[in-house]
């Protein structure tokens, strides 16, 4: 799946209308979207930095539906990630 699937995917199933790109230094959380390409010679792979967004707790809580509090519990984000994301998209430790 490439990067801008992943990023779109992401864009759909929550808001994002509000974050900041540039990213703004005061914000906690950041977003960095990445490119990965193969070079079909060598076989070999790179990435490259494709775009940078930011938002801060609020906007954490707005990206995830939840009401705006800066006080959000961890548990409430992580269960409403896990809402949302596929198990494809999902990453576990084994």
């Not at 759909?12 to 959380?29: I, K, R």
């Not at 060598?42 to 539906?65: E, M």
Request: some cysteine; aromatic content about 8%.
């Amino acid at each position: 799946m490439s990067r801008v699937a992943v990023f779109d995917y992401t864009v759909q199933q929550f808001t994002f209308d509000h974050l900041h790109n540039p990213p703004v230094n005061s914000d906690s959380l950041r977003f960095h979207v990445y490119h990965m390409s193969r070079d079909p010679e060598s076989q070999s792979f790179s990435i490259t930095l494709s775009s940078k967004w930011s938002t801060d707790t609020a906007g954490v809580a707005r990206c995830l539906g939840l009401r705006a509090n800066p006080q959000v519990e961890l548990q409430n984000i992580k269960q409403a990630l896990e809402g949302r994301l596929s198990s494809a998209l999902r990453l576990t430790r084994e």
